[in-house]
């Protein structure tokens, strides 16, 4: 099943446009964000098309959250990964951290997933040093589990996983 937006409570997640790709690059101001957020393989200084290239634009389900005025707050994908609805790239605006938004992208991007994709299974990367992801992710239900064997940064990431029966409060 095909389901490209999500409303609900006043905020809206649906396919990501070229004019949210403008207003996400706007959110990474050096190389250390991009890294953190996207990873060490993410070109800095980017341009539009490196931007787009290297975060799969246009290979992955991508998403941007906004809020009942229409303002962009968060933004995320995924893709599959061993057979589990693998999230990428989250993050939530600067000036609105700290205010639930990342929990509630977290929640709808799962949801999508599971409508498009029935995945039974979820999981992610997060740097060890990004607490505020880590507790949100802990608080949307997610647990580190074993590294698998052919990710990289072992040392600096978390692998976390989230079965689809885990009670969400959605």
């Known amino acids: 099943m095909k389901v490209d937006t999500i409303a609900e409570d006043g905020w809206t997640l ?3 446009d070229d004019a949210d790709l403008c207003e ?7 190389a250390q964000a991009v890294d953190r957020w996207s990873g060490p393989r993410f070109r800095f200084p980017f341009t539009l098309e ?4 290297d975060c799969r634009w246009d ?7 906004k809020d009942a005025d229409g303002i962009m707050v968060a933004f995320g994908q ?3 990964r061993n057979d589990r609805a693998h999230l990428a790239r989250l993050v939530t605006h600067p000036e609105m951290r700290r205010r639930g938004i990342g929990k509630r992208l977290v929640q709808m991007i799962l949801r999508v997933a599971q409508q498009q994709s029935g ?3 979820w999981s992610l990367f997060v ?4 607490q505020a992801a880590y507790r949100c992710y802990l608080h949307s239900g ?9 990710a990289p940064l072992r040392e600096r990431c978390y692998f976390m996983t989230r079965n689809s029966d885990i009670a969400s409060g959605w």
Request: hydrophobic fraction near 40%; glycine fraction near 2%; charge should be negative.
């Open 14 to 16: 649906a396919a990501a």
């Open 50 to 53: 490196t931007f787009r290239e």
């Open 119 to 121: 995945y039974a299974q």
């Open 127 to 130: 740097y060890r040093d990004n």
């Open 142 to 150: 997610f647990v580190v589990q074993d590294y698998p064997d052919d």
């Open 24 to 30: 996400l690059m706007g959110w990474f101001s050096d």
């Open 78 to 80: 995924y893709y599959d």
């Open 59 to 65: 290979a992955i389900p991508t998403y941007s959250l």
